[in-house]
């Protein structure tokens, strides 16, 4: 029988066949395609033809198509559709996959084709997305080993296998804290709720096949039980679990493990010539230098612990208002921030909540897609990896321009988080390919027949992905190496927060926060109390979100600590860290930095982007209309369709003419009078 995987796929839009499509095909399909891969490469490092960039640089690109396909569909429903079938694939095939790469930048007749190609570019007329991709393949090479030593190549190799051995455990242990742990919840304890997290605690129960209602991990539900809760005992459990995650002994205890990853990251770094690994890391991001992030991130720390310093004042006022006789704890902040808001700024979440259908939210998105990009976007029936699952048609002018698959709930299989991946990126070497597209979230599931609800954060996260999502719909490259998010990690991260500020626009949100019951629009009162409200509490998300970039620059911008915990507290300690704020990701559950590399040393790339993205929507509001379609076609054709196929300095300097300041950001998150 013919494995499912493997050969053409006569689905819609080529999608993996996921209806038929077993746990059992992924391995010999794996095997099948990686063989394949293999031989591919052998062949261009073998070949007796002088190198040139289309036997070499772009036979490379093709080498591993059948391989990108299976993983593609495998690596789809392992992050959010797990199961021990597939967390067992995962641990075979991630060190597998890093022998792989590691085999490829270890061939000394292939990178010999690649740097003659190199020294000979000047004079093979290249087009300027040919010369980036040569210099990114040659750089990738280099700073995969292959100028080392034969022994340094066979080192690196086994330290990039133990990486991902250690990456995917890492991963997995975190999911299974989130997935076991739960807190029952009693009737009178319910009774206390917002009816939305009452009815959340409900579906969670059903879905572990347990009576009554408990509380979990995932993020959907514990944030809007920690905001509500007027019980502090529960608060604190409730926190302590989640903060623990990653850190409960046994066999999912991730510290040594993260031990472990910084001292072979260290060992990689030295072993290609470098200081550190954060000095390795950052070389071929937009902020080049540990220095350069460390100043960013203490210019907006200062004006941020100031704001939460008074903010804290206020916070431990209404806790002694309420009766209790004891500091402000993590598990405090958010209940009495909430009470805060609503006492402020008249504003109470679980009012605001009917407001922010997912149904409304996705067609607020789809919408200031079409004002902008002229994209349409037409419902279809696909075979995808979970009921769950939804797509779209992406579509401008007629053609197709991508498939886009929505898997919007929280579920025990999923790992926490959201994120935007591609089951196939947007090419044109192999003809014109057009990108299917995957948006990955965790909202809380509503009851059967009842609309899903979310936060106005839930509703920014949506808007995130999408961002990201656009990103890929709209890349026009014609390599696959350069396509869509596959650019500098802290300029990813630009199209997706810039996203984020057409859902202040008043305008979107007067038609599309609609309510669930009523179908009324969000009341004008209603709209600008929100708005004004839009930096509240931003010192608190400031502070929790600094503190954690901090700690992963510090981890690697030198030599290992030698106990990452104790190294923890210290740092904490140092930037003089708020009591009553725990870091957004304490390092037992740092997915984005010990999951894999490409948030490592890394975390701060939210914030290098928020510089970008606060002026890059400042150009619309210069225009005078939040949907000019003049500015909007600039951002594609400068930044959204361009990939990496250039460097993203000289792209945001295309499109915005100069680079910003930090002063955009605090403006943006409402710090500067306190800086």
């Not at 209404?318 to 008249?346: C, F, I, Q, S, T």
């Amino acid at each position: 029988m013919t494995n499912p995987l493997l050969g053409d796929w006569a689905t819609p839009f080529a999608l993996p066949p996921f209806a038929a499509i077993t746990d059992d095909d992924f391995a010999p399909a794996f095997d099948a395609a990686l063989a394949e891969a293999r031989a591919n490469v052998a062949a261009i490092a073998a070949d007796p033809a002088a190198p040139g960039f289309a036997n070499t640089i772009e036979a490379l690109e093709r080498a591993g198509e059948a391989l990108d396909k299976v993983l593609g569909a495998f690596f789809a429903v392992s992050g959010a559709d797990a199961n021990p079938a597939r967390d067992a694939l995962m641990r075979d095939f991630s060190p597998r996959l890093a022998a792989y790469s590691s085999e490829i930048y270890a061939n000394p007749q292939l990178f010999a084709r690649i740097d003659a190609i190199w020294q000979q570019r000047d004079a093979l007329d290249l087009s300027p997305e040919q010369e980036r991709v040569l210099m990114l393949t040659r750089r990738a090479f280099v700073r995969g080993g292959a100028e080392l030593d034969a022994a340094g190549r066979a080192r690196l190799a086994e330290v990039k296998q133990r990486l991902a051995t250690l990456g995917t455990q890492f991963t997995q242990n975190l999911l299974a804290d989130e997935r076991d742990w739960s807190m029952a919840l009693s009737e009178d304890d319910l009774a206390n709720l917002p009816d939305d997290v009452a009815a959340a605690a409900r579906g969670a129960a059903a879905e572990r096949n347990a009576d009554g209602a408990v509380v979990t991990l995932s993020r959907s539900l514990i944030v809007p039980f920690l905001q509500s809760s007027p019980d502090r005992e529960l608060r604190h459990r409730a926190y302590e679990a989640w903060a623990a995650r990653g850190a409960n002994g046994g066999v999912t205890d991730n510290r040594a493990i993260a031990q472990e990853i910084l001292e072979l990251r260290y060992e990689r770094a030295q072993l290609l010539g470098y200081p550190s690994f954060a000095a390795y890391k950052l070389e071929t991001e937009m902020a080049a230098t540990p220095e350069a992030v460390r100043d960013l991130l203490m210019a907006v720390w200062t004006p941020a612990k100031a704001q939460v310093e008074a903010d804290a004042a206020v916070l431990a006022d209404m806790l002694r208002e309420d009766g209790v006789n004891a500091e402000l704890e993590p598990w405090d902040w958010r209940y009495y921030a909430e009470k805060r808001r609503k006492a402020e700024h008249d504003l109470d979440t679980a009012a605001l909540k009917p407001y922010f259908q997912l149904e409304r939210m996705i067609e607020a998105a789809f919408a200031s897609a079409h004002r902008l990009f002229g994209l349409e976007f037409t419902p279809v029936d696909a075979p995808l990896y979970h009921p769950d699952c939804r797509a779209w048609d992406v579509t401008r002018d007629g053609r197709h321009m991508a498939l886009f698959v929505g898997d919007y709930f929280a579920r025990a299989s999923k790992r926490s988080g959201a994120w935007c991946s591609a089951m196939r990126s947007q090419q044109k070497l192999a003809g014109d390919i057009r990108p299917i597209v995957v948006n990955v979230c965790n909202f809380a599931k509503p009851a059967a027949g009842k609309p899903a609800l979310l936060s106005y954060d839930d509703a920014r996260t949506l808007f995130h992905e999408f961002g990201h999502a656009l990103h890929q719909m709209l890349s026009d490259v014609t390599y696959e190496s350069v396509s869509g998010t596959a650019v500098a990690r802290d300029f990813v991260e630009l199209p997706s927060q810039l996203f984020e500020h057409w859902l202040e626009v008043p305008e979107v949100l007067s038609k599309y926060a609609t309510h669930a019951r009523t179908g009324e629009p969000m009341p004008p009162e209603m709209l600008e109390r929100l708005l004004g409200a839009r930096n509240f509490d931003q010192g608190f998300a400031t502070v929790e979100y600094v503190a954690s970039a901090l700690v992963d620059l510090a981890f690697h911008d030198g030599k290992p600590p030698a106990d990452i915990m104790a190294r923890q507290a210290e740092i904490l300690d140092e930037i003089g860290m708020p009591h009553a704020i725990g870091m957004r990701h304490a390092t037992p559950h740092f997915a984005h930095v010990f999951a894999g590399d490409g948030y490592s040393a890394g975390y701060y790339s939210y914030m290098w982007s928020e510089v970008m993205d606060a002026d890059a929507f400042a150009a619309f509001r210069d225009a005078g209309d939040a949907f000019d379609r003049d500015t909007a076609a600039a951002l594609e054709r400068f930044i959204l369709s361009r990939g990496g196929s250039e460097d993203p300095k000289a792209l945001y300097l295309k499109f915005r003419g100069r680079l910003p300041g930090v002063e955009a950001l605090l403006k943006g998150r409402g710090l500067d009078a306190a800086a």
